[in-house]
């Protein structure tokens, strides 16, 4: 677990810094000369997953995007004849391609996975 590190001279937060000549990582301080090895290694880990349907826009007019392909895979909600497609942006190495189908009816605007 990460916490923050503050000095003990003027109450500042310390930021890591490497001491090349010793190799070690050091905490100090950017007001004054204040500064402490660093007990934990790490630095800063900052991991985020999304689902593949967190990643997608929701625009209200997506139907009618001129730049998406188009599909005649009717519509499971309303049986619209058209949809628009586009792939998954997700850049994860183990994510598989994902189509994502918008309901070309202005009306509907249902979404699903195909």
């Not at 000549?21 to 301080?29: G, Q």
């Not at 997700?90 to 070309?104: E, H, I, N």
Request: aromatic content about 10%; some cysteine.
């Amino acid at each position: 677990m990460a916490t923050f590190k503050y000095c003990l001279d003027c109450n500042n937060l310390l930021y890591p810094r490497e001491d090349k000549e010793h190799r070690k990582l050091l905490f100090a301080c950017r007001n004054c000369q204040y500064e402490e090895d660093a007990s934990n290694l790490c630095v800063y880990k900052h991991e985020i997953i999304h689902a593949a349907s967190e990643q997608t826009t929701v625009l209200s007019e997506l139907s009618v995007d001129p730049t998406l392909p188009r599909s005649n895979i009717p519509c499971p909600r309303c049986g619209y004849e058209e949809s628009v497609f586009f792939q998954s942006t997700s850049r994860r190495a183990d994510a598989k391609m994902t189509l994502f189908y918008v309901c070309g009816n202005r009306n509907c605007g249902h979404r699903w996975v195909g």
